[in-house]
């Protein structure tokens, strides 16, 4: 399974623009566990960047933004989260049988 984040805007004349960015699935667990806790706790999360120079340096942007999280469809979120922790299981699973065997 793929996942991505969807950002979407649109231009002064209405046209649609969008961005995605793909989430690696080593971090589609920690994603999913941050929504839910952003839906549960009804904050509003807050998106910025962070510029990391070739050595090392971080520095905050100075572009900012806050948005809330709303569920749009709360069932088929929570099919999500047990697909992604049922495969993470069996990655353990197999992880424990390579170590053991």
Same mark, same amino acid.
Not at 14 to 36: A, Q, R, T, W, Y
Not at 46 to 52: G, M, Q, T
Not at 56 to 84: A, N, P, R, Y
């Given at each position: ?29 920690? #994603? ?6 952003? *839906?549960? &706790? ?7 960047? !962070? /510029?990391?120079? +070739? ?13 809330? #999280? ?6 088929? *979120?929570? &099919? ?7 495969? !993470? /299981?069996?990655? +353990? ?9």
């Amino acid at each position: 399974m793929k996942l991505r984040l969807v950002l979407k805007t649109s231009t002064k004349k209405e046209k649609d623009v969008s961005i995605k960015f793909s989430i690696p699935p080593s971090k589609h667990l920690g #994603f999913i566990n941050f929504i839910n806790l952003a *839906l549960e &706790q009804g904050k509003p999360v807050k998106i910025s960047f !962070e /510029k990391i120079s +070739k050595a090392g340096d971080k520095e905050e942007s100075k572009i900012v933004g806050t948005f809330k #999280f709303e569920g749009k469809d709360e069932i088929q *979120l929570k &099919q999500l989260e047990e697909e992604i922790n049922d495969r !993470e /299981k069996k990655r +353990k699973k197999q992880h424990q049988k390579r170590v053991q065997g």
